[in-house]
C-alpha cells in the first residue's frame, strides 16, 4: 500500500467507505470498495475474534481480485452486557439487523440490566449513562503475492447513552458518549472521530507498520 495508489477495502457497509475514504484521501489515495465489486460472493463472518474475521474478509476478497485487499471487522463492547454485542455488532438484531434495530436492541437488553439506572451517571442535560462500553476496530492488509498479513487494532472508551444524539458516523455511534472529548461520537465530524476513533487509531497504526 503506497500513497497514491488505490485502496480496496473488502466492505459492504457505506459508513466504512466514508471514513476511509476521507483518511485515504488526504494521503491521496482513492478507496474502492465491495460497492465497486457487486459480483464477488459475501464472506461469511464466523470468527470468534474481530482479528479473524478481519483476516478472513482480507484474504478471500484478495484471493479473488488477485491483489492487496484491506478489510475492517469491528464492533461494540458493552461492559455491563458482559462485552456484548462484541463480535456479533453487526447482527445483533438477528436476520435482516439495520443501525436502527441494532440500537433499539442495544438499550432494550440495557433496560433490563439496569434496574431503573437510578445510580446512572448523568450528562449535564440530565440523559442518563447506561453502561460503559468501548468500540474495537481491528484491521487486516493481506497481499496474495506474498501471503502476508498485515494487522492493526485501535479503541476508544466511552458510555452509552439513554437516547441517542447527532447525525453524524452510522452503526450505534448515535448512542455512544464519547467522555475523553465530552460529545457523543455522532456529534463528531469526520476528522475529529478518525482523530479519536477506533477505525482512525487502528489506521494510523496500520500505516506506521507499512511505513506508508
Ligand atoms: O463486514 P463489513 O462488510 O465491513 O460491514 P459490517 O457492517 O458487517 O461490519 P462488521 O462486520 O465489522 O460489523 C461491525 C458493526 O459494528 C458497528 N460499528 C463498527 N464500527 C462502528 C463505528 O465506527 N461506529 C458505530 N458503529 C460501528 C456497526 O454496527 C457495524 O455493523
Ligand atoms: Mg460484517
Known amino acids: 500500500m503506497r500513497r497514491g495508489e488505490t485502496v480496496v477495502v473488502a466492505t459492504k457497509n457505506a459508513g466504512k467507505v466514508r471514513e476511509f475514504a476521507h483518511a485515504f484521501g488526504k494521503l491521496g489515495m482513492e478507496v474502492v470498495s465491495m460497492f465497486d465489486y ?13 482479528a479473524e474475521n478481519a483476516r478472513k474478509k482480507a484474504r478471500e476478497v484478495a484471493e479473488a481480485l488477485g491483489m492487496p485487499v484491506l478489510a475492517d471487522d469491528s464492533g461494540l463492547e458493552v461492559a455491563a452486557l458482559g462485552g456484548d454485542p462484541g463480535v456479533y455488532s453487526a447482527r445483533y438484531s438477528g436476520e435482516g439487523a439495520t443501525d436502527a434495530r441494532n440500537n433499539e436492541k442495544l438499550l432494550r437488553e440495557l433496560a433490563r440490566v439496569s434496574n431503573g439506572g437510578e445510580s446512572a451517571e448523568r450528562l449535564s442535560d440530565g440523559t442518563k449513562l447506561l453502561s460503559e462500553a468501548r468500540f474495537v476496530c481491528t484491521l487486516a492488509l493481506y497481499d496474495p ?29 448515535p448512542l455512544f458518549w464519547v467522555n475523553s472529548e465530552s460529545k457523543g461520537m455522532a456529534e463528531m465530524t469526520k476528522e475529529e472521530k478518525q482523530a479519536i476513533g477506533h477505525r482512525g487509531r487502528a489506521l494510523a497504526d496500520l500505516l506506521q507498520k507499512l511505513e506508508v
Open 145 to 173: 503475492a506474498t501471503g502476508t498479513f498485515t494487522e492493526s487494532e485501535g479503541y476508544v472508551s466511552g458510555s452509552i447513552m439513554e437516547s441517542p444524539r447527532g447525525e453524524s458516523g452510522f452503526g450505534y455511534d
Open 38 to 50: 457487486p459480483d464477488l460472493p459475501d464472506v461469511v463472518e464466523d470468527g470468534v475474534t474481530f
